[in-house]
């Protein structure tokens, strides 16, 4: 009989949060059931594996970052969107390093499917302020999104060797984004 009070929504929930104080690679069933007051195998009756509960912090992430993004770009377009957008991530990113992990190669199951194409939806958005073609929306998606996160990335990890400021770098890239958007 599982646990009153423990439910799939909890496990993941505490999945996250060890995954964003540990580390991702360090997420184990072990730990999360320890962090929950209870043996290893009582997790079972609420997720089938880690790779379940990997891919439920991966929905969870994707879903908490759509709302984020979402928040964020109402009432704004253009420029002041793709500093919003590109602020929700970097913050994301910091704030939760492990969960944001999990979306990084994670199986397409239904929930992070969908979480995730959400999350897209809501980024595409910034485009909509851009004369970006029909036939190029693609492709400047996977331009914002790849340098959106790639910088998130690097920063949250540490990979930013050089001495010059971390925020001017950022609200270069911005700049640069925007300029390459509005294709001056």
């Not at 073609?133 to 914002?144: F, G």
């Amino acid at each position: 009989m599982p646990r009153a009070g423990l439910d799939r929504v909890t496990v993941i929930a505490t999945g996250a949060m060890v995954a964003d104080e540990q580390g991702f690679a360090a997420l184990t069933m072990a730990v999360v059931a320890q962090r929950l007051g209870v043996r290893t195998p009582s997790l079972y009756k609420h997720v089938d594996s880690l790779a379940e509960l990997q891919q439920g912090i991966a929905a969870l992430a994707m879903t908490e970052l759509d709302d984020a993004l979402r928040d964020a770009l109402q009432g704004v377009a253009g420029r002041d969107a793709l500093t919003a957008a590109a602020r929700v991530i970097r913050s994301y990113v910091t704030e939760h390093p492990g969960r944001y992990a999990a979306t990084v190669g994670a199986a397409r199951d239904a929930d992070f499917g969908a979480s995730s194409a959400r999350a897209l939806e809501s980024l595409s958005a910034v485009l909509r302020g851009y004369p970006v073609a029909p036939a190029e929306r693609i492709h400047a998606l996977r331009t914002l999104r790849s340098a959106l996160h790639g910088f998130a990335t690097l920063e949250q990890s540490k990979g930013f060797q050089l001495t010059a400021d971390i925020d001017e770098s950022f609200e270069w890239m911005v700049d640069f984004l925007d300029r390459g958007l509005r294709r001056d």
